[in-house]
């Protein structure tokens, strides 16, 4: 017996948005667009087609080489900038599924969050801040590789997409705190941004663990208690609470005593992992190759690329610079450095 198929096309899945999707849910055909208008595709909604130009992207694949929190680690299996970004995406597609939101939003903003981070993590992100004097936010060189970097002046993405990476950082306010200097447009974006602590503090306990620098009984009771033991627990306690707390609701929500043992575990994740005497050694050696690689390029412009050479006089000196070093990945940066600052070895 042979059935007929039609294609689940651009229009078709539109339809299917206006039908099923939550009333909260952004819709592809009511996005506010794209600077620069474009043909539509005959296949693909709108926020389809940005989670594939963010996947096919350059900035994209170098995430594989990004530090997350540890500094090139030796270890096959310690996160990094790209395993945690897709970590991030596959919790925030749960949530947004179980809540029935735009999955092709939720994930394009999920990919794309990270795209401007620098190399060697956050240490590389307060180097960069610290020495430029316009300052340096990795969700705000997020926005600028989309917008401007990455391919022929940007990838032209809708305002839904841009704006949820621009606001998509949580930096160490308190989670779903209300004086949040970034307020995300959209129920998708607010899961991304929800989504993105959750993976970072369950995923990194699992490599501090595999590292040595916390036990498993260093953990607080109490919070254990609350958000479970494992890995798998937490993060299965945690989503199920948001999708409770949060179906048929405008904004994202959570139980408040979950809440309160997730603020509180983050906080020791800071307190033991992040700003540990362990990590403090290397972190501020990669600070330091940060500092130097941008005063060396600052003083010896003409070595820069010759793409970014053509920018420098519309943009300045300093911020065509302040996009190279973000965009290297670890092994680049310290082979420059390498290069650069390092003796060759005679023979």
Known sequence: MEYTVKPFNRVSQEEFEEEFLSPYATKSSQSKGRQIKEKACPLRADFQRDRDRIIHCKSFRRLKHKTQVFIAPFGDHYRTRLTHTLEVMQIARTISRALRLNEDLTEAIALGHDLGHTPFGHSGEDALNDTYPEGFQHNEQSLRVVEKLEGDGGLNLTWEVRDGILNHSQEKEKILSSKSRSHPHTIEA???????????????????????IIKERDSPEEISHILGKTHKERIDRLIQDIVKESIGKSHIAMDKDLLEAFNELRDFMYKKVYLSPTLAKEKEKAYQIVINLYN????????????????????????????????????????????????????
């Open 296 to 347: 060396f390029y600052t003083n010896n412009s003409n070595i820069l690329p010759v793409s970014l050479k053509n920018r420098a006089e519309e943009e300045g000196l300093e911020r065509i610079v302040v996009d190279y070093i973000a965009g290297m990945t670890d092994q680049y940066a310290l082979k420059v450095y390498k290069n650069n600052f390092l003796p060759r070895e005679w023979g």
């Open 190 to 212: 607010e899961v991304v941004k929800i989504a993105d602590p959750l993976a970072y503090v369950n995923h990194d306990i699992d490599d501090a663990l595999r590292a040595g």
